[in-house]
């Protein structure tokens, strides 16, 4: 069973703009997809239809086999990382990575469980008292990665997760993202630009241009390059 199913995905804006065209896609579990192409070409806008975050216009999407269209964001499964953070500045990173819990009334001595559990994963054990104005961008987004791991989510999103970040700290963090997906054993969306991010972090690549998939296929097959 195919853990994320997008059958004739479209998105029309309000203004009449048609910006994501019958997209398809049957994603297995735990794969890792990387979607690629220009600016505008419908990356952002496909990600946030699979969260809720913004409307189907038409087509199905289902996560496992239940059709999600009219899901929810917090009913789906799903948890979203973005390039922005979105911290609370006024919180400490155990408040911050506890919060949604705190909202979905998980009870406190589990939510200590999970938070401690995601911290230690994430390397910010001794950060957990911190405000985010006293870390570094690394560890901010670490926090932000923290806060989507707490809710063991069956799907993560990423948008561009690393496009903040100095170059030194993104291979850094390009390897701690692929060693998440391998510990979590969860299925992942990733959209970036960055080449070298895209070929080695993803088991598969969706290449998109104006709103239309253009290819998917395998970084080997995609890029060419031996082994
Ligand atoms: P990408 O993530 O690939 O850069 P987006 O999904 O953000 O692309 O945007 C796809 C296209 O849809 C762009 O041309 C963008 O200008 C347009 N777009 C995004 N949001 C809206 C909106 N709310 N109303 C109208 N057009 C939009
Ligand atoms: P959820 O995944 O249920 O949205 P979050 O902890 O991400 O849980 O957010 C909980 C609520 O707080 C949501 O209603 C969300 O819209 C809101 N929220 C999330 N991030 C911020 C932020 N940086 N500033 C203000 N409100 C936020």
Redesign the pocket.
Do not use: E, L, R, W
């Given at each position: 069973m195919a853990s994320l199913s997008l059958q004739h995905i479209n998105k029309t804006?309000?203004?009449g703009?048609e910006?994501v065209k019958d997209f398809n896609l049957e994603i297995e579990d735990k794969e890792f997809i990387i979607f690629v192409?220009p600016?505008?070409?419908?990356?952002?806008?496909?990600l946030r239809m699979v969260a809720g975050l913004e409307e189907i216009t038409s087509g199905v999407l289902k996560i496992g086999d239940r059709v999600v269209n009219d899901v929810e964001p917090k009913d789906r499964d799903i948890a979203m990382v973005f390039q922005n953070y979105a911290l609370y500045p006024h919180m400490t990173v155990y408040d911050n990575m506890a919060f949604g819990l705190k909202l979905r009334k998980v009870p406190k001595d589990q939510i200590d469980k999970m938070v401690k559990e995601a911290a230690k994963i994430l390397d910010l054990d001794k950060l957990l008292d911190r405000k985010p104005k006293a870390l570094s961008g690394g560890q901010r987004q670490r926090v932000a990665m923290g806060r989507a791991i707490v809710r063991d989510p069956k799907v993560f999103l990423m948008d561009e997760p690393l496009s903040n970040l100095d170059a030194k700290l993104r291979v850094q963090m390009r390897i701690e993202i692929s060693k998440l997906h391998q510990r979590l054993g969860a299925t992942i969306i990733y959209?970036t630009h960055d080449q070298t991010e895209a070929m080695t972090l993803g088991t598969r690549i969706v290449v998109?241009k104006d709103?239309v998939v253009q290819q998917v296929d395998t970084p080997q097959n995609l890029y060419n390059y031996p082994d």
């Open positions: 804006y309000p203004n703009f910006a192409g600016s505008g070409c419908g990356k952002s806008t496909t959209v998109m709103g």
